[in-house]
């Protein structure tokens, strides 16, 4: 290389790599200083969206346990107002009881039914004020608790319903248990050279399910037989019976009715070839029964607002053993509604558990893409400075070579 004064090289590569050793030093100290590893897009853009992807996860879990806790708190309100209901209920059963043995006179009965009264106006009173935030305990509308990991997929509602608690009804009794009916066996149309005679079972709604013994036979002929298991619903019923070799051999055909006839199960034989009337249906050993689903609601609890003396909403000599029976069975409603409410209680604090430990996970994961590793900062720290160092030095003898060139020209 020839000696010359316009450029000092050895400066300038001496200048460009103390620049990238201060900035790489910076960002070192930054890291050190901020205990992120990720201090702007430029240090690790991927891994920046994936860290502020994680941290919005896990602000939503953390608030969305809070919305749990929220929901717990609400139905504890509850369970803690149905449980003095239940020691209410518990006196009214002592007074109930104590009020059928005649050996009270007319002025102690009455006592005892007042404060059996005063014992109804607090079931009341509990059911109309005990509020959570503001909110209406016993309203009887459900309350929605949202849990969510802020996706759309992670989204999750549940719906809480505490019942309601009034006078006229205390506690809540069990949904309805499903009721079979036998279905009457209908009368078959008459087979025409244009049409098959049809025999229709009518069901009491299109969600009603049908099961037991199908019997039919074509012109007197052998009788195809098919049973159905109870809940089969109507679409499966048509399904099993026309996939039945039996059902089709005989030229019979299973549908279901539409729009306001979607209750029905229609059975249809073949056509007449030649006489109408030939290819009649016979239903001998038919015995078919309609099901009404169980409920799914839980239905009033026992109602003591009548007004009538001789109802239970009065205790007296005469009524004190009906009273004792309805006191009895509001126990076992106030019971069953305590249930419920547990219930939801229990899946809410699963629910909770689940979106905490969601949480941690995710934050974990947040923090092995973000945080310093303060290992590895510390040690690019001492190899920076050193290179800072020898940077400046190597800067300093370079600016200083130029200067040779002065011994030529003396």
Do not use: C, W
Request: aromatic fraction near 4%.
């Amino acid at each position: 290389m020839s000696l010359g004064l316009l450029n000092n090289i050895a400066s300038i590569y001496a200048q460009n790599n103390l620049n990238q050793t201060q900035n790489s030093l910076q960002n070192t100290l930054q890291q050190l200083s901020s205990g992120s590893r990720i201090n702007s897009g430029a240090d690790d853009a991927a891994g920046l969206a994936v860290a502020d992807g994680l941290h919005a996860n896990v602000a939503a879990l953390n608030q969305s346990t809070q919305n749990v806790n929220a929901g717990i708190g609400l139905l504890q309100t509850a369970d803690g107002a149905l449980s003095q209901v239940t020691n209410l209920l518990n006196r009214a059963v002592t007074l109930a009881t104590e009020s059928a043995n005649g050996t009270l006179n007319a002025n102690q009965v009455s006592s005892a039914n007042q404060e059996f009264q005063n014992i109804l106006t607090e079931v009341g009173n509990i059911g109309s004020t005990t509020n959570y935030n503001g909110n209406s305990v016993f309203s009887g509308t459900a309350k929605t608790v949202f849990v969510s990991d802020g996706t759309s997929s992670g989204a999750n509602s549940f719906s809480e319903t505490v019942g309601a608690l009034s006078v006229s009804s205390i506690g809540v009794s069990a949904p309805a248990a499903a009721t079979p009916a036998a279905l009457t066996n209908p009368t078959p149309t008459t087979s025409t050279t244009s049409a098959g005679a049809t025999a229709t079972f009518a069901l009491g709604a299109s969600t009603y399910t049908v099961s037991g013994n199908l019997s039919i036979s074509v012109a007197g002929g052998t009788a195809v037989t098919a049973t159905l298991a109870s809940g089969t619903t109507l679409a499966a019923a048509v399904t099993q019976l026309n996939a039945q070799s039996s059902f089709s051999s005989a030229g019979l055909v299973a549908s279901q009715g539409t729009g306001s006839n979607a209750n029905k199960l229609i059975i249809t034989g073949p056509q007449d070839t030649g006489t109408a009337g030939t290819n009649t249906l016979t239903l001998t050993g038919t015995a078919l029964s309609d099901t009404t689903p169980a409920g799914t609601t839980a239905g009033v609890g026992v109602d003591f607002s009548s007004t009538a003396t001789t109802n239970v909403s009065h205790l007296t000599a005469a009524t004190a053993q009906t009273v004792l029976t309805s006191v009895t069975s509001a126990i076992a409603d106030v019971a069953y509604q305590r249930g419920i409410v547990g219930a939801s209680i229990n899946q809410l604090q699963a629910a909770s558990n689940v979106a905490s430990s969601e949480s941690v996970n995710l934050t974990a994961a947040e923090s092995n893409v973000r945080s310093t590793n303060y290992g590895q900062a510390a040690s690019d720290l001492a190899k920076y400075q050193v290179l800072s160092q020898t940077g400046i030095s190597a800067l300093a003898q370079a600016n200083s070579v130029q200067q040779e060139v002065l011994k030529l020209v003396q």
